[in-house]
T-cell receptor, first 108, second 113 residues
Framework: GQSLEQPSEVTAVEGAIVQINCTYQ??????LSWYQQHDGGAPTFLSY????GLEETGRFSSFLSRSDSYGYLLLQELQMKDSASYFC?????????FGSGTRLQVQP | KAGVTQTPRYLIKTRGQQVTLSCSPI?????VSWYQQTPGQGLQFLFE???????NKGNFPGRFSGRQFSNSRSEMNVSTLELGDSALYLC????????????FGSGTRLTVV
């Protein structure tokens, strides 16, 4: 089967940088994705790493190391609106396997 | 362009009843997946449809079923509802040419009493 582990909660202040780590176990996957979900909202796609290395999209960056079964999401210049849950997701052929989510609280 | 539309947004059903949820994908997206989100189990994959065929299925009992129509709209049905079926049911659509960047609907909040 597949499983992912990520911290349940992270707190940071506005303007800071925060890194959300994710470790996983899988027998095969296409890539690692990250989704954001605000309370009561739909998960929204943030980034995708098919290959090892860093992918940058504006204030968000994501990293993958297949040899270490590890990835992370880096959020820079934190804003209050970034307070949400963040999920690392193994992208399989036709299904997504979600981690349990990390609740990010951004404080003023 | 319009996003993924799920109806209804909220639903209250009694244990033992059945329920049908609807999902209209983004225009041009032919793949529709369904997920169940609960506080205890998180987001779990139910099934995926493409061109009216179920291509993949998660580990849910047979009470959970779905179908897809020729216009790519999909329905999910849960029969003999149990209290534990209370959850947010999310639908996601994707361009079949990609395996990332799924677009989710806002979900249907089902409460079983």
């Amino acid at each position: 089967g597949q499983s992912l582990e990520q911290p349940s909660e992270v707190t940071a202040v506005e303007g800071a940088i925060v890194q959300i780590n994710c470790t996983y176990q899988t027998s095969g996957f296409y890539g690692l994705s990250w989704y954001q979900q605000h309370d009561g909202g739909a998960p929204t796609f943030l980034s995708y790493n098919a290959l090892d290395g860093l992918e940058e999209t504006g204030r968000f960056s994501s990293f993958l190391s297949r040899s270490d079964s590890y990835g992370y999401l880096l959020l820079q210049e934190l804003q209050m609106k970034d307070s949400a849950s963040y999920f690392c997701v193994l992208t399989g052929r036709r299904a997504l396997t979600f981690g349990s989510g990390t609740r990010l609280q951004v404080q003023p | 362009k319009a996003g993924v539309t799920q109806t209804p947004r909220y639903l209250i059903k009694t244990r033992g009843q059945q329920v049908t949820l609807s999902c209209s994908p983004i225009s041009g997206h032919r793949s529709v997946s369904w997920y169940q989100q609960t506080p205890g189990q998180g987001l779990q994959f139910l099934f995926e449809y493409f061109s009216e065929t179920q291509r993949n299925k998660g580990n849910f009992p047979g009470r959970f079923s779905g179908r897809q129509f020729s216009n790519s709209r999909s329905e999910m049905n849960v029969s003999t509802l149990e209290l534990g079926d209370s959850a947010l049911y999310l639908c996601a659509s994707s361009n079949s040419g990609t395996n990332y960047g799924y677009t989710f609907g806002s979900g249907t909040r089902l409460t079983v009493v």
